[in-house]
């Protein structure tokens, strides 16, 4: 047990980490009543047209019941709607909302390139490609 230290856990570092980058993407897209989670899908959608649910959850990697829970809320907002076989579509008012969001996304992002450097973005890609 003495050896135990929780701080050096490595999913409460990685959890710590993902609050504060989500914080500052919703500073910038709080004004547009979409969450960082639906601002994803959104995205996803908008680069790849029409997706099944289960695209969707492997892209996004997200668990069926996260992805449901947002996709119905994007279908309730009017930015998205059902098609044929579960495939998911943006409206009009969804492509609109993304390029409406995505000066403000690409301000949090110039923040967060700002915040962690060349060497923490180099450190980025390095984690993600373990996966």
């Known amino acids: 047990m003495e050896n135990f230290n929780p701080q050096d856990c490595i999913a409460g570092k990685i959890s710590r980490l993902q609050r504060q980058i989500t914080h500052i993407?919703?500073?910038?897209?709080?004004?547009?009543?979409v969450t960082t989670s639906q601002l994803s899908l959104?995205?996803?959608?908008?680069k790849r047209t029409e997706l099944s649910q289960k695209e969707l959850a492997e892209i996004a990697v997200l668990e069926k019941s996260s992805?449901?829970?947002n996709i119905d809320l994007?279908?309730?907002?009017g930015w998205a709607e059902p098609g044929l076989g579960k495939?998911?579509?943006?409206?009009?008012?969804?492509?609109?909302?993304?390029?409406m969001v995505l000066p403000s996304?690409?301000?949090?992002?110039?923040t967060?390139?700002?915040?962690?450097?060349?060497?923490?973005?180099?450190?980025l890609k390095l984690l993600e490609s373990k996966f």
């Open 25 to 33: 993407f919703r500073k910038h897209i709080r004004s547009f009543g």
């Open 42 to 46: 959104l995205f996803v959608l908008f």
């Open 67 to 69: 992805l449901k829970r």
């Open 74 to 77: 994007i279908i309730k907002n």
């Open 87 to 99: 495939k998911v579509s943006l409206t009009p008012s969804g492509k609109k909302l993304v390029i």
């Open 105 to 110: 996304w690409q301000q949090a992002m110039k």
């Open 112 to 123: 967060l390139e700002m915040q962690l450097g060349q060497d923490g973005l180099a450190a």
